[in-house]
């Protein structure tokens, strides 16, 4: 099976969403002091590039 690139990025967008937010069974979304530091150090010092 052949994915698309723009069908990759969104499931990848999702996968890094997903385990940003809910980070050793916490909730991130909800409880924002829990990922605020992961979220600035994994958006502008260790960017993923596809």
């Given at each position: 099976?052949?994915?698309?690139?723009?069908?990759?990025?969104?499931?990848?967008?999702?996968?890094?969403?997903?385990?940003?937010?809910?980070?050793?069974?916490?909730?991130?979304f909800a409880?924002?002091?829990?990922?605020?530091?992961?979220?600035?150090?994994?958006?502008?010092?260790?960017?993923?590039?596809?």
């Amino acid at each position: 099976m052949k994915l698309g690139k723009d069908m990759l990025e969104q499931i990848l967008g999702y996968v890094r969403s997903s385990e940003l937010f809910y980070r050793c069974c916490e909730d991130g979304f909800a409880n924002n002091e829990v990922v605020a530091d992961h979220v600035i150090v994994g958006v502008f010092v260790d960017p993923i590039t596809v």
